[in-house]
């Protein structure tokens, strides 16, 4: 006997689904049979920290904005998604394929490199390229699996950055979130939850910085000028090449100032789950 | 109307079975396979990818004579290299075992990488490490010299390879689901790529699969490329016409028969 009804127990079921999800991951085909794939589900309160990251992130880059927008405002109206986070070894080779397309005549070359190199990059790297293939069909079946349980889903390298800058599966050398749910269409794509956070001048002039050649007008005198208002010869606009300082200035600050500071608070907290996982 | 006609000859018949081998039963039971391979493209070129871009191509191979070539690839590509060789000769046997091979590459990991200085290539904070390697000017890299002292003409950009990834991911999932077997190759990759399929890619991976009784690329046993089933059959053409010469009866006038128990023996 029981009744269910609402959508409480199914944001509860997600978890479950979740379950299942990570047991796609582990079943994945891999091409080499030799890479280490781990993968763990968050949801609730922990994915406060991961919030917090994503926020000053998206200052910089917009798809992150809206990855963070739309997560936190689901996350506030009590409708948390859950989020699995797929991590791979991926930094050392142990084929000695010597295939070339790391760039190095050989593996011992490249695991020399990446020895020095490891986990400088914003998402990791460097890598053996057979083996991001061997993690990216794992990451692929976890988003097919997630189609076949009918629930809404994007994989988003802003949450891998977010989780691995935070010491989420501190021994994986890349990692991706998979963000699932809550139980509606389209909350990652269409997004509804960022309706009216955006204007129309400010979507316009993504896309005119986006997409120039769109609004370059005659380019036969050679420094065209630009279509960027209904009157766009009164007075003529062009565009300019340039470093920007106040671009580069914010980047920086964002990268090495604001995501330290917020990962400082929440490391060890975070560090000390795996260790206590490992006892 | 010429529609209609053709709808009112709806009729026909389709014995299928796997023996012999290339036979027109066969031949049928193959373009199932064949079908799958097509359901299974389209399921890579829909996978997700980094920004949307489209960057997967695919070539579907089919054939007696198409797959021989590919498997003496896969064994001309064994012997280059030590840690090849024995891997590669028993995948080469897969390859004859397959009913079509499909390959997937990308498009642009060598040439249109992805500029998001992910990292991902080199560990470092932008794109330098792929642009330092390459031909190019002003970022728009030069791959008309197409020679390479390495199998696979590296860098690339691994958020490329990556979206890689997510197409042989999705080919997969759509042969688990439509129960044909199926597994992707290295070997079967490099195979293609050199023979000029997904000629605009700078990296492919092979897939075949097969709709047979036993799974071609599970279980297969020590010096798989001496010992498989082409091989045994051919043994068993060897030893047996020899098995049979060896001594002889007119079967008209007299066959053997075995010997009936004496009474005793009762």
């Known amino acids: 006997m029981g009744h269910l009804i609402g959508k409480e127990y199914c944001l509860d079921h997600l978890v479950d689904v979740a379950k299942s999800i990570v047991l796609a991951i582990h079943k994945a085909p891999q091409i080499t049979g030799k890479t280490k794939i781990e993968a763990e589900i968050i949801w609730g309160e922990d994915l406060e920290p991961i919030i917090e990251v994503m926020g000053p992130v998206g200052k910089v880059m917009r798809y992150v904005q809206w990855d963070y927008e739309t997560i936190k405002k689901c996350y506030e109206k009590g409708e948390s998604p859950v989020i699995i986070n797929i991590g791979a070894k991926v930094s050392k080779s142990n084929l000695n394929w010597n295939c070339g397309a790391c760039g190095h005549d050989t593996c011992k070359e490249f695991n020399a490199y990446s020895k020095d190199y490891k986990g400088g990059g914003q998402m990791g790297g460097p890598s053996c390229n057979w083996k991001i293939l061997d993690w990216t069909m794992a990451c692929d079946w976890a988003c097919a699996s997630a189609w076949q349980h009918r629930v809404d889903n994007r994989i988003m390298g802003s949450l891998g950055f977010a989780m691995r800058a935070l010491g989420f599966l501190p021994d994986m050398d890349v990692n991706i979130g998979l963000a699932l749910g809550p139980p509606r269409d389209m909350v990652y794509y269409n997004r509804e939850e960022m309706h009216k956070s955006m204007s129309y001048e400010m979507d316009k002039q993504d896309i005119v910085n986006c997409v120039p050649t769109m609004f370059t007008a005659f380019p036969g005198g050679g420094t065209p000028m630009y279509k960027t208002k209904d009157y766009w010869w009164a007075p003529p606009e062009f565009m300019g090449i340039g470093y920007s300082e106040e671009a580069m200035e914010l980047y920086q600050q964002v990268l090495f100032e604001e995501v330290p500071e917020i990962v400082a608070k929440h490391a060890d907290k975070i560090e000390a789950r795996y260790k206590n996982k490992k006892k | ?266």
Request: proline letters at 5%; hydrophobic letters at 35%; one cysteine or more.
């Open chain 2, 1 to 266: 109307m010429k529609k209609y006609t053709e709808d009112l000859d709806f009729q026909g018949e389709e014995y299928i079975s796997d023996w012999p081998s290339w036979s027109p039963q066969d031949i049928r039971r193959k373009k199932c396979a064949l079908e799958s391979a097509r359901l299974m493209v389209d399921a890579a070129m829909t996978a997700p990818c980094a920004g949307g871009v489209p960057s997967i191509e695919a070539h579907i191979v089919y054939g007696q004579e198409e797959l021989e070539a590919v498997a003496r690839k896969v064994e001309e590509i064994a012997h280059t290299q030590e840690s090849w060789k024995e891997p590669f000769l028993y995948e080469a046997v897969m390859v004859r075992d397959s009913d079509v091979i499909i390959f997937l590459g990308n498009t642009r990991c060598h040439e249109t990488p992805l500029d998001a200085g992910c990292g991902l290539c080199g560990g470092t904070l932008d794109c330098g490490y792929f642009y330092e390697q390459k031909t190019q000017k002003y970022g728009l890299v030069d791959i008309t010299d197409r020679s390479s002292k390495r199998m696979i003409d590296g860098p690339l950009c691994t958020a490329r390879v990556g979206d890689l990834g997510y197409a042989v991911g999705s080919a997969l999932w759509t042969a688990a689901t439509l129960m044909v077997d199926a597994r992707p190759f290295a070997s079967m990759g490099m195979a293609g790529q050199k023979m000029g399929y997904c000629p605009k890619s700078g990296m492919v991976v092979g897939v075949p699969l097969a709709a047979k009784a036993k799974n071609p690329y599970v279980d297969v046993n020590v010096d798989y490329h001496l010992i498989n089933m082409d091989k045994v059959l051919d043994n068993t053409r060897k030893i047996y016409q020899t098995a049979r010469i060896i001594r002889g009866f007119d079967y008209r006038k007299w066959i053997p028969k075995p010997k009936k128990p004496d009474e005793e023996d009762v």
